[in-house]
């Protein structure tokens, strides 16, 4: 992750399942302000892809998508909207 | 900070499906989970759309209706069973209503609106659905939406066809489509009337999504139009309304001002509920 993005909001959603990683991601994001940047930890593999997806569809901005370790997996969202 | 803490985990879970429609979300959610809809009748509209509605998370229900629950109901009032038959709808509706959704509160009227008690009680909600089955009701409903400044999501039935409408304040009433009742005279009896068992069904569902979307601000709503449904040729026509400016009641110069109590058409005064519709105005059989 580059060193340039500021977290502000962490979200740990491990052993969480789609689509309620997409749910919770974006009932975080909705109490944010446009411009902060949420990250979301989950370990499973789908939300990898599922949650990336869905917030492009709605219009924000996926920073990155990173292994943090062997089973856990970063994203890293900006609110546009 | 986080809105997760207004959501319980269960809700989060149950609205799941809802929050992530774009045009819903947390927010959108939470205006269902404020919202407070009045239906009137628990009867074959109002099943439909009262579970619905409750299933939506909608807030406060209320619920008016003064009947018990007859065998012949059950041939389309979903919300209640056999276990029911003999009881006061409104009871059996909240027992159905808390099963489908505990979150709901639903408040119970057991009484015949009148123009007595319609302005209390449309005044704890933000609109109303109705699904009455009858012309005094129907009129009164949408005479007291009229002074009180609700809106009404219109509904009724008949054979095989449905009528539905949204009348927003300032923008048209069902008298602007049908300035009077029917005079007792031109409706059949109640036994010759019929109607689908599934056609309420169909109806009050469609009266549950507008008030969501009223609810949540999106979409397009009715208003402005009548939906005109035929299950035999399982057709949906929508045709324009205007607001009449000299309706008696939503008009320029309104000359109805108060409340009217209209008699109950139906000659077979043992079954008031179950009564008469002309064709052409829509049914009151719910």
């Given at each position: 992750m580059p060193d340039a993005v500021k977290v502000d909001v962490e979200l740990d959603l491990k052993g969480e399942m789609c689509p309620y990683t997409f749910v919770r991601s974006k009932l975080e994001l909705e109490e944010m302000e446009v411009g902060q940047v949420l990250r979301v930890v989950v370990d499973h593999r789908p939300a990898v892809e599922n949650v990336p997806r869905s917030m492009k569809n709605e219009?924000?901005?996926?920073?990155e998508v990173e292994k943090v370790n062997a089973t856990d997996w970063a994203i890293i969202i900006r609110k546009e909207l | 900070m986080s809105n997760n803490k207004r959501f319980t985990e269960e809700q989060i879970k149950r609205y799941s499906r809802h929050i992530i429609l774009p045009q819903v979300g947390g927010k959108g959610q939470r205006k269902l989970l404020e919202a407070k809809v009045l239906l009137v009748g628990a009867g074959g509209l109002g099943s439909p759309a009262a579970m619905y509605l409750a299933a939506a998370g909608v807030g406060r229900l209320g619920i008016v209706d003064f009947d018990r629950v007859d065998l012949s109901n059950l041939q389309r009032q979903?919300?209640?069973?056999?276990?029911?038959?003999?009881?006061l709808k409104t009871v059996s509706a909240a027992e159905t209503l808390h099963e489908i959704n505990p979150d709901v509160e639903v408040v119970q009227y057991q009484e015949r609106l009148s123009s007595e008690n319609v302005m209390d009680i449309i005044g704890?909600?933000?609109?109303v659905v109705d699904g009455c089955d009858n012309f005094p009701t129907r009129y009164l409903v949408n005479d007291a939406c009229v002074l009180a400044g609700k809106a009404n999501v219109h509904g009724s039935i008949f054979l095989f066809e449905g009528q539905l409408s949204v009348f927003l304040p300032g923008k048209g009433c069902y008298r602007c489509l049908f300035p009077e009742p029917p005079p007792p005279g031109a409706v059949p009896s109640c036994q010759e009337a019929g109607v689908l068992g599934v056609l309420p069904g169909i109806v009050g569902t469609i009266q549950a999504a507008e008030a969501i979307k009223l609810i949540l601000g999106i979409g397009t709503s009715l208003n402005g139009h009548l939906l005109l449904f035929d299950a035999l040729d399982m057709s949906f026509q929508k045709v324009k309304l205007r607001r009449n400016?000299?309706?008696?009641?939503?008009?320029?110069?309104?000359?109805?001002t108060e409340l009217i109590d209209y008699e109950q058409f139906c000659s077979l005064a043992a079954l008031p509920r179950e009564c008469n519709t002309p064709v052409g105005q829509g049914g009151v059989r719910a």
């Open positions: 219009g924000q901005k996926v920073l | 979903i919300l209640h069973g056999v276990s029911d038959l003999g009881r704890g909600y933000d609109m400016p000299h309706c008696a009641i939503c008009g320029d110069s309104p000359t109805i």
